[in-house]
Every structure is written in structure tokens, then in C-alpha cells.
């Protein structure tokens, strides 16, 4: 597996890889796949249904399956996040400091209530069921949302996607500022990791800090800042010479 | 006459000098190559006959109407001028900017206001041009250096434009690549295109043009002619920078290094 800046090109490629597999989804029509995740998450945004969200937590699962998208990189992506921003935050919701309730398991119990400053502490810490539910609801909602999301992005080619938008009736001015910025996202971060592998084969000793001097990575930053200027000058120049005079 | 351009000089913003005093004549129907080394100023100068920069002093005509930055934005002169000139960059990944080569080729015909229909037989035409059919649904990711360069160029001829401005077409390409692309210029010399061409690899130079101006480090005109006399003259191409001339050995033998 590779890592740093060429994980993102060839995470890319992962996609791009799955979404050209002969499975379920890809051989669906990418409106359709686009129309059913936006309802998607518009529903498990208004719903607070824990077993709704389960259930689609698991037929995203078995899709992912029978679509032949990579199943190691597709958890990766929706759990990593899910445990990040759902788990994670939502975590000490599930313990009556927060929210009071009903204990189901007793962490910890002191002799007395414990009041320190403005804070009080009941007796005991316990999770409770009321924390449980709302842990539940946040972490499966994100879980769900994340699932639907990622197994349309694994099963969509990018300009598949591009162009079921543009048969959707999204103006095409917005479709071609998201192409572009999609190809040049890429452009960019292709150039950053040449540089680094430029960088990493000059390095003999790790460089120090100080004496005045800008660091490899300053230094590398400020140059593709410079570079892309000069690019996005010269893309808007290609533009304009095939007759491109604004949105 | 094309083009007009009478002691044309340009520098850009924060004052690094882009060109010096460059006058030229290009005729309709020519084939006229710009040689220079690199840093001679020879994308600046396809840039400004693009209309895309505008000299700071001299004059530059196109068919005889000057180019300023004030005709351009009058849209029925830049819409003309769109449709008759095309420049192909240096660098194909400034010009391949949207995800897909269908939609790359279809870019300029789709500024033009054409229909569907019309879009649509552009972009056959140009890919069975440039004989690319089959990587229309191809992203600019998945192409080789020598299938960007001709998907560029196809981009352009999509425009139909009757001048073409192509910036160092040959430059970085493999072998067959670079011969594929002068089978391209033949074409396009047999459509009776006039065609002003950036180049700096003289063993393309006789296929693509007939005449040539020598640009120098100085960024400005050091000569010009028939290409097979600039060819021959080493002093000049010499001078200008483009050749090496070296004696190595023991007997001190002069040789050029093209």
C-alpha cells in the first residue's frame, strides 16, 4: 500500500478501477444511482431510525459484494470516518455525565455525589440506555450516509457521473469547473509527489531547522504555488483561444 | 497577409523581458516555422499573435485589422478571430482540462453556439483526423504524451480554424510519435491551412514549413529564409544558439551538433 501523497492518486485509481468492474451497480444508469443516494441522504438526514439505518448499512454491504468493488478499501473508507466523526465524538454521550438516564453498566462508583466547581457528578458513572441510542443514532446515521455515498462514488466513472449531471439539467458551466477542478486536483498532487520523490533523493541528512533558510517543504509549497499560477494562467489562456469569454 | 508584425516588443509583468523588436510577415496558405533555443520567446510570440498578450510596443496585424486589446472586446472580432485562429500549446495539460477527450474536443465547438448535431460531426471529424477514434470516452489521465498532443491538436481542428498557431508540437514526444504528428502537418498542409508552427528540432524543420525565422537569445529576429537555406547556414543557427559546433580529439576534428 502506498502512502502520503501517493495514496490519494492511487486511492483514485481504486475507484476508477471498481467503478469499470462488470458488477451490479456499474451496470446501472449513473442518473439513476445519483437520484436514489441524493434521496438517500436527504431520508437518513430527516429519519431517526436506528434499525433504518442498520438495514442500509447492510445492504450497502451486500451491494458492495456483488458489485466486485474492492470490499477492503470500501470499509476503509466509510468506517474510518464513521469511527472518526461518529464514534469517536459521539462516544461520551453514552455515559450519564452527559446525558442523564437510565444506567444499563456502571463504570464507577464513589462513596457520595461529587460537586466539583459547577459540576455535578452523580454517584455513580454508568452508561446509559438513553446515551446508548443517541451514540447509536449519530454513529449509524453518519455510518449509513457514508455507505450509500462511498459504494456510488466506488461504482460511478467520474465522467459517467460528469455527464448523468449534465442530463440532469445541472448548467454545464458548473459541470466543466468541477471537471477541471477534479483533473487539476490530480495534475497537482501528481507534480507534489514527484517533487517529494525529487526531494527524498536529494536528502542525504535530515535538514535542521533555523540559520535563516526555508525549509524543503516551504520551499517546495511556495514553488508549486508559483507553478500553479502560471498553470491556471495558461489554462485560462487555452480557454480563451477556443473562444471561452466567461460563465 | 495573415499576419503583420512590425517591431513588435513585449515584457512581462514585473519586467522579464519576453520579446525585442520582432517584425515578420506570414501569407495565407504558408507554412512558416519560428526556430529558436529555449527562452528565445517563442510561446510568447504564438501568444501574442493568438491574441491571448499584446505587445507593449510596435504593431501586429491580422489581415490587416490591428490586434489590440480593445478589438478584442468587441465580441463579433473576437468571435471571428476565435474561429479562424487556433493555437496548440506547448504543454497539452493546460489545454486537456475537462474529464473526458469527447468533451476536450467538443469545448471549442460548444463556445461557438453549434448545435448538438453539428458538435457532435466536429469531434468525428477532428478525432478521424488526427485517427484517434476510440479514446473518446478516454480521461486525459489514461492518454500517452503523443495521444495528449494529438487530442490538443484534434481540440483545435474542431474549431476549424483556417490558421494554426502550434507551439513546439514535436517537443518531448518518442520517435514514431514525432513523425505521427509531421504525418498530422502534412494533412493539414493539404487543407491548405496556414500554419505557423514554434519549433526547435531541425530534423522535422524541412516536413513542417518553408520558411523560417530564427529568433535568438536575445528574443529578437536574427534571420530568416527558405528553410532549406536557414538549414544550411550554421554561422546563423550557430550564433543564434541552436547548434553546437565543438572540436574534440586529438586532431582537433570540428564537428556540428544538431
Known amino acids: 500500500m ?104 456502571v463504570l464507577w462508583k464513589f462513596s457520595g455525589p461529587v460537586v466539583l466547581g459547577p459540576i455535578h457528578i452523580q454517584e455513580e458513572i454508568a452508561v446509559t440506555h438513553q446515551g446508548v441510542i443517541s451514540f447509536l443514532t449519530l454513529f449509524l446515521r453518519i455510518a449509513a450516509t457514508l455507505s450509500a455515498v462511498i459504494l456510488v462514488s466506488m461504482t460511478t466513472k467520474w465522467q459517467d457521473a460528469l455527464r448523468a449531471l449534465q442530463d440532469m439539467g445541472v448548467p454545464r458551466s458548473f459541470i466543466l469547473i468541477l471537471a477541471i477542478t477534479y483533473r487539476y486536483i490530480f495534475l497537482f498532487v501528481h507534480l507534489l509527489d514527484n517533487r517529494n520523490l525529487a526531494l527524498r533523493s536529494r536528502t542525504i541528512v535530515e535538514h535542521k531547522k533555523g540559520a535563516g533558510r526555508a525549509t524543503p517543504a516551504a520551499a517546495s509549497a511556495g514553488a508549486l504555488l508559483k507553478k500553479y499560477i502560471e498553470k491556471s494562467e495558461q489554462l485560462h489562456g487555452a480557454m480563451v483561444s477556443r473562444g471561452f469569454h466567461g460563465f | 497577409m495573415v499576419f503583420e508584425l512590425k517591431n513588435v516588443s513585449f515584457s512581462y509583468p514585473g519586467g522579464s523581458p519576453g520579446l525585442s523588436s520582432v517584425s515578420l510577415k506570414v501569407s495565407e496558405g504558408e507554412r512558416v516555422a519560428i526556430l ?137 514526444l518518442d520517435p514514431r510519435s514525432v513523425w505521427e504528428i509531421v504525418d498530422v502537418f502534412e494533412k493539414l498542409y493539404m487543407e491548405k491551412k496556414t500554419i505557423v508552427v514554434s519549433t526547435l528540432d531541425l530534423h522535422v524543420l524541412p516536413e513542417v514549413a518553408d520558411r523560417v525565422y530564427v529568433l535568438d537569445e536575445q528574443r529578437t529576429i536574427r534571420g530568416s529564409g527558405p528553410t532549406k537555406e536557414i538549414l544550411s547556414n550554421l554561422e546563423l543557427l550557430n550564433e543564434a544558439n541552436i547548434i553546437h559546433i565543438h572540436k574534440h580529439g586529438r586532431d582537433r576534428t570540428g564537428h556540428v551538433h544538431l
Not at chain 1, 76 to 103: D, H, K, Q, Y
Not at chain 2, 132 to 154: D, H, T
Open chain 2, 36 to 172: 529558436g533555443p529555449n527562452g528565445s520567446g517563442k510561446s510568447t510570440l504564438l501568444k501574442l499573435m493568438d491574441g491571448l498578450l499584446f505587445p507593449e510596443s510596435g504593431s501586429m496585424l491580422f489581415r490587416g485589422v490591428a490586434i489590440t486589446k480593445q478589438v478584442f472586446s468587441d465580441q463579433n472580432f473576437n468571435r471571428s478571430f476565435r474561429k479562424s485562429v487556433g493555437l496548440v500549446f506547448q504543454d497539452p495539460e493546460v489545454q486537456l482540462f475537462t474529464s473526458s477527450v469527447r468533451e476536450e474536443v467538443a469545448f471549442g465547438p460548444v463556445q461557438l453556439g453549434l448545435t448538438d448535431e453539428e458538435v457532435s460531426a466536429r469531434i468525428n471529424n477532428a478525432l478521424a483526423f488526427l485517427n484517434i477514434q476510440g479514446l473518446e470516452e478516454r480521461s486525459p489521465f489514461q492518454l500517452s504524451a503523443g495521444e495528449k498532443k494529438k487530442v490538443a491538436i484534434a481540440s483545435i481542428l474542431a474549431v476549424n480554424p483556417d490558421v494554426l498557431l502550434l507551439d513546439e508540437p514535436t517537443a518531448d
Open chain 1, 2 to 105: 502506498k502512502r502520503g501523497i501517493s495514496s490519494f492518486l492511487f486511492q483514485a485509481l481504486i475507484s476508477e478501477e471498481s467503478a469499470g468492474a462488470n458488477g451490479i451497480l456499474q451496470n446501472l444508469d449513473p442518473r439513476i444511482k445519483l437520484v436514489l443516494s441524493l434521496a438517500l441522504v436527504i431520508l437518513l438526514s430527516l429519519v431517526h431510525s436506528i434499525l433504518l439505518f442498520a438495514g442500509i448499512v447492510l445492504i450497502c454491504l451486500i451491494f458492495s459484494l456483488v458489485s466486485r468493488i474492492r470490499f477492503k478499501a470500501y470499509i476503509g473508507r466509510v468506517w474510518i470516518p464513521a469511527a472518526i466523526f461518529g464514534g469517536l465524538v459521539s462516544l461520551p454521550a453514552t455515559i450519564n455525565i452527559f446525558i442523564p438516564g437510565e444506567p444499563l453498566l
